[in-house]
């Protein structure tokens, strides 16, 4: 079946540190990857999507790259503030479907 | 883009009762979803709603337990029946933007079963 597998959390960060976050995934055909991104009591919010493999998609100094041959999208960001301080969700979408299947989340936390 | 209000944003139930929660659109949406993200576990997808049709369940959800209702394309509701402490979630409404594809949620309605 289709599934994601993403780095456990928390993590927590000092500002402008590097950040990565791993996120591998199992899934049939050619899946569309997004990360997903909930700041503090707010609703999910899309951060970053590809669709096919070797795209990049990046946002907000986000970047995520679709690996075909290590069924990765993981996250990165070159130096984090305190306001991306957030649960970070990765997720994939079979072609044909609108039904997204999540990891578990990844909560970071940016100090100071 | 669309905003999604939902309601509750929480609630604390007893055991046997049941919980509707509704999900509001600002524009018209032909599909919305609900998911459920329990304590320390991912987004899991209990349902797709269309209006006009009868909601399709995911495996391991029945409509006996989330009733689902889609009167108009701006609306929803979910019901949580005869709620257990292991229905303790948040539960999130989603819609699909038309076009695009992309998928818009809510803020979550998280309910604590006592």
């Known amino acids: 079946g289709n599934s994601v597998t993403q780095m456990e959390g928390p993590v927590t960060l000092s500002e402008e540190a590097f950040l990565t976050i791993n996120c591998t995934y199992t899934?049939?055909?050619?899946?569309?990857l997004f990360w997903y991104v909930q700041y503090p009591g707010e609703g999910l919010q899309l951060l970053l999507k590809a669709t096919k493999a070797d795209d990049k998609g990046s946002n907000k100094g986000f970047e995520a790259t679709y690996r075909k041959e290590t069924t990765s999208f993981h996250l990165e960001k070159g130096s984090v503030q305190v306001s991306d301080s957030a649960v970070y969700f990765c997720a994939l979408k079979r072609g044909g479907s609108e039904k997204l299947v999540f990891g578990k989340g990844t909560k970071l936390t940016v100090n100071p | 883009s669309a905003v999604i209000s939902q309601k509750p944003s929480r609630d604390i139930c007893q055991r046997g009762t049941s919980l509707t929660i509704q999900c509001q659109v600002d524009s018209q949406v032909t599909m919305m979803f609900w998911y459920r993200q329990q304590p320390g576990q991912s987004l899991t997808l209990i349902a797709t709603a269309n209006q006009g049709s009868e909601a399709t369940y995911e495996s391991g959800f029945v409509i006996d337990k989330f009733p689902i209702s889609r009167p108009n394309l701006t609306f929803s509701t979910l019901t949580v029946s005869n709620m257990s402490p292991e229905d303790s979630s948040i539960y999130l409404c989603?819609?699909?933007?038309?076009?695009?594809?992309?998928?818009?949620f809510g803020e979550g309605s998280r309910l604590t079963v006592l």
């Open positions: 899934a049939t055909g050619y899946p569309s």
């Open positions: 989603s819609v699909a933007a038309p076009g695009t594809g992309e998928l818009f």
